[in-house]
């Protein structure tokens, strides 16, 4: 089992920045790369970027240039900091961790409680 603690969220106006932390806890070794998720109401949880140990990264289009992704494999960690944030990047942000293959990434049964991420117009 893996425990992850997310936590940074909250209410900016756009154009702000947020920075999200992740702690995992517990079978650390059972994941080789870590990510974030996210979910707006009436939404499907979308991928918003991945991670490997090795620092491999990967992002998905709508964030490409505003966010990046960073891992501290020492504190089982992985932090997102959240650029010229937009309106339609609000959402529960959720972490996860996974495996990372040839830019796929693939969720493990494992996610935090999600923290919340509003931007105001």
């Known amino acids: 089992q893996v425990q992850l603690v997310e936590s940074g969220g909250g209410l900016v106006q756009a154009g702000g920045s947020l920075n999200l932390s992740c702690a995992a806890s517990g079978s650390t070794l059972s994941f080789n790369a870590m990510g974030w998720y996210r979910q707006a109401p009436g939404k499907q949880r979308e991928l918003v970027a991945g991670?490997?140990?090795?620092?491999?990264?990967i992002y998905a289009d709508p964030v490409k240039g505003r966010f990046t992704i960073s891992i501290d494999n020492a504190k089982n960690g992985v932090y997102l900091q959240m650029n010229s944030l937009k309106p339609e990047d609000t959402a529960v942000y959720y972490c996860?961790?996974?495996?990372?293959?040839?830019?796929?990434?693939?969720?493990?049964?494992?996610w935090g409680q999600g923290t919340q991420v509003t931007v105001s117009s």
């Open positions: 996860n961790a996974g495996t990372l293959t040839n830019s796929y990434y693939t969720p493990h049964a494992f």
């Open positions: 991670i490997s140990r090795a620092v491999r990264k």
